[in-house]
Every structure is written in C-alpha cells, then in structure tokens.
C-alpha cells in the first residue's frame, strides 16, 4: 500500500525557517517524482514545487523561488521542503504527493502537516 | 503562467442529480489535466486523469472529457459522498497549477 507520511509541521515566527519532510513507504521511491502542495486555510491548493525521481531536477512556483527547496534522500525513502524567510501569508497546510514524471497528475497524498507563521 | 478557471465556484445540488463542473485553461494544455475531489479536514484524491481516463477504484458515475483549453467533469448520478470540493489540475508543464475548486453542496 502506497503510503505518504509528512511531519514537520509547527508555529515560526516571521522570518523563521522550517523543514518539512515526506516519509514514503509501499513503492519504488527513486522512480516517483514527488511534489508539495499547499493549502491555506479555508482556500484552494497551490502548486508549490516537485522533484524528480532521482533528484537532478526540481523546480518550484515563482512565488516561492529563492525561499523554498526541495530535495530527497532516496536511501532514505523521504522527500523534503526546507521553507526559509517564512510570511505570514505562507500559513497552510502542506501536502506531499507522488507523480511518475515531474509533469504529471499526483496519484497519492500524504493527510498533510500544518505550517503556522505568527509571531 | 497558465491559469485555470473553474466554474461554478459553489453548486447546490440534490442526490440523484447529473451535475457538471467546467474548467477552463488560458491556453491550450492538450488533454494534460486531472480532476481532485477534496473532502474537509482531508488530502485531495485524484478521480479522473489525462482529461477522461478514470483513477483506479473511482465510481463510473465520475467522468471527464475536453481537450484544448476546456474541460468539464461530469458526475451522472449524485450520491451523498460526492457533496465535496472539486479541483482541476493542469500538468502540461512542471509548474502545474489549480483551479479555484467547485464546493458541490446539498440543495
């Protein structure tokens, strides 16, 4: 059973930084590509960014270029996103989901982790 | 970027009832777009992909068609687990994105 399993998830001050992390389990990780998507609360989802399977590609939504990165640790089953220099209005929950290619439609989820910037 | 635009944003509905949710893209994405149903306090599940092809497992009452920059997702016959959120998704590029979501509510 393909499982997506996110944590990391906290209350930062403005300006702060976090990393968020997707534990995948129950497919071959290294042939996924794997993305992140948010919600903020009461809103619609937003494309944040993707990676691909092996790592040499990754891109990220312009409104978050040069703020967010993602990376993965294939030996490791885990994608991550490191968000830096935190808004306010980067409060929401973040999903992780699984793609074959970095192009693709997400055909699994994570139940997502919540992303709290206040001060 | 290319843009998605849903339409309508909320829909009241009965159970029984064929409803039809557009989306519309600022330009043409082939047939690269799939359809999300989000249910609250849950993660988004993908129901139709490639514009008309059917997710594993998802009811045949679902169903999708368009090409270009029009698409629409069809649900024949409502049925009390259906009243949720809809999203389309474009995927011609990497840098995919959302339309606003269709809330299906109950009349």
């Known amino acids: 059973e393909v499982q997506l399993v996110e944590s990391g998830g906290d209350l930062v001050r403005p300006g702060g930084s976090l990393r968020l992390s997707c534990a995948a389990s129950g497919f071959p990780f290294d042939a996924y590509a794997m993305a992140w998507v948010r919600q903020a609360p009461g809103k619609g989802l937003e494309w944040v960014a993707v990676i691909g399977g092996n790592g040499a590609r990754a891109f990220y939504a312009d409104s978050m270029q040069g703020r967010f990165s993602v990376s993965r640790d294939n030996s490791r089953n885990t994608a991550y996103l490191q968000l830096n220099d935190l808004r306010a209005d980067d409060t929401a929950v973040y999903y992780c989901a699984r793609g074959l290619l970095v192009d693709s439609h997400f055909d699994h989820w994570g139940q997502g982790t919540l992303v709290t910037v206040s001060s | 970027d290319i843009q998605m635009t849903q339409s309508p944003l909320t829909l009241y509905a009965s159970v029984g009832d064929r409803v039809t949710i557009t989306c519309r893209a600022t330009e043409s994405i082939s047939s690269w777009l799939a359809w999300y149903q989000q249910k609250p306090g849950k993660a988004p599940k993908l129901l139709i992909y490639k514009a008309s092809t059917l997710e594993t497992g998802v009811p045949s009452r679902f169903s999708g068609s368009g090409s270009g920059t029009d698409f629409s997702l069809t649900i024949s016959s409502l049925q009390p687990e259906d009243f949720a959120t809809y999203y389309c998704?474009?995927?011609?590029?990497?840098?995919?994105?959302f339309g606003q979501g269709t809330k299906v509510e109950i009349k």
């Open positions: 998704h474009q995927y011609l590029t990497y840098s995919g994105t």
